[in-house]
């Protein structure tokens, strides 16, 4: 799904979308447009019309013929269930926590040339989208509900894929991937996403990407999370997306609203759900995986070698909505509760990087270099100019 909000629908109709996508088309603003009345963009010579739905236009649907690459594009079914569904589940209370921008981010944006256009791959809810007054921002990321604050606060955002950007080669005079690649499964996908950050911008424009580390600086927060194990790894991580069970009934988790009435504990706590005393991943075991192929914790190497991890996010009793996604989450085995701290447990999967991974990663590009690399704040860092 693609969506588009606001005065973005200037830099859109100019030709973001200049190669075909995987991509169904929306677009829809919470201000009144009052002289397009038809939309054309270049993408599978597809002819969206322009329509009113009350003060926000809506771009009805067309479907695009997937030139996509299977192997890279397609999404792995453990990003599905535990990165791309937990987050619609958890946006709201996520956003609620994303506020502080991070020094070093605030820098690199701050010292772009007055009106230019920055790309943010992966905005989340928005908080570096505008951080520039003289610079230009369009943000996307994989989650609709986070797109959805996103244009609450009126950005320029649009849902999108980080290893398929939406936008024609060279369109951007900035770009950048805050706590994105880390989500991604397959170091393919990671690759290309990193490909894709650079092809969308014009020679000589900057790259930012920062992802989490394997060395954070309190080193006992790694003991909370869960790490994968190989067997897990090479199922869910190996070179074929994993064999699902049973497609025809899929579970999706909805977009959690900000606020509940104070009852939601008291309901949760009556909600069924797996026995505490199982551990994490136990709990977590995804039912795609075949008959057999349990997830317990642990991993045949060392934690000192460990990058695939689930880590959890906690989400109050009182933010849940008991009767839609919390409980479904619960029932299916997607979520658990933690009673003692009054909250469902989500897991989010990551790959933390190790130290040098990042510049491997980028080293085979032969259309950027390397202008700076750095640690901050638990992440790696690496800046790319495009070079051609």
Known sequence: MLVVVGTARSFCFK?????????????????????????????ASGLHTLESVGE?????????????????QSTPEIEKKYVHGVYDAIAPHFSSTRFAKWP?????LSSLSPGSLVLDAGCGNGKYLGLNPDCFFIGCDISAALINICAEREHE????????????????????????LHHLSTENRRRKAVEELVRVVKKGGCVLITVWAREQEDGSLIEKWTPLNQRYVEEWIGPGSPRVRNPSSPRTLESIPEAEENGAAEKLKGLPAKSSNLKSAEIMQPTSLDEGHSLPTGSEKGYAEQQEFFVPWHLPYHRAEVSGASAVALASGLAKKDDKKGSVVYNRYYHVFSEGELERLVSGLDN??????????????IILEKTS
């Open 15 to 43: 030709g973001i979308y200049t190669k075909s996508t995987c991509i169904v088309g929306y677009i829809f603003s919470t201000r009144r447009f009052s002289t397009m009345k038809e939309v054309g963009i270049d993408y």
């Open 157 to 180: 955002v649009l849902v999108a894929d980080a290893v398929n950007l939406p936008y024609r080669t060279g369109y951007g005079d900035a770009a950048i991937s805050i706590a994105v």
């Open 56 to 72: 926000a236009p809506v771009l009805r649907p067309v479907s695009v013929r997937a030139k996509c690459s299977s192997n890279v």
């Open 104 to 108: 070093k981010v605030s820098a690199f």
């Open 368 to 381: 950027a270099i390397l202008v700076d690399r750095f640690y901050d704040k638990s992440n790696w860092c």
